[in-house]
């Protein structure tokens, strides 16, 4: 299942906006972008953002 940028932001706490930096910057690319421009989130990445948030929680810069 796929989740649109504004359903992992809500559920990460996070804005859509973080999470197109954290793509702009290649931390966390979407499984896929549509042709409108769209980013969708898979379990893979979903499971890297846990991951980033829990690094992020600890100090540890993320670029």
């Given at each position: 299942?796929e989740?649109?940028?504004?359903?992992?932001?809500?559920?990460?706490g996070?804005?859509?906006?973080?999470?197109?930096?954290?793509?702009?910057?290649?931390?966390?690319?979407?499984?896929?972008?549509?042709?409108?421009?769209?980013?969708?989130?898979?379990?893979?990445?979903?499971?890297?953002?846990?991951?980033?948030?829990f690094?992020?929680?600890?100090?540890?810069?993320?670029a």
């Amino acid at each position: 299942m796929e989740h649109s940028i504004s359903e992992v932001a809500r559920m990460a706490g996070l804005t859509p906006r973080t999470l197109r930096h954290y793509d702009d910057i290649g931390l966390l690319r979407p499984a896929r972008t549509a042709g409108n421009g769209y980013r969708w989130y898979g379990r893979r990445e979903l499971l890297r953002l846990q991951r980033i948030l829990f690094l992020r929680e600890l100090g540890v810069p993320l670029a």
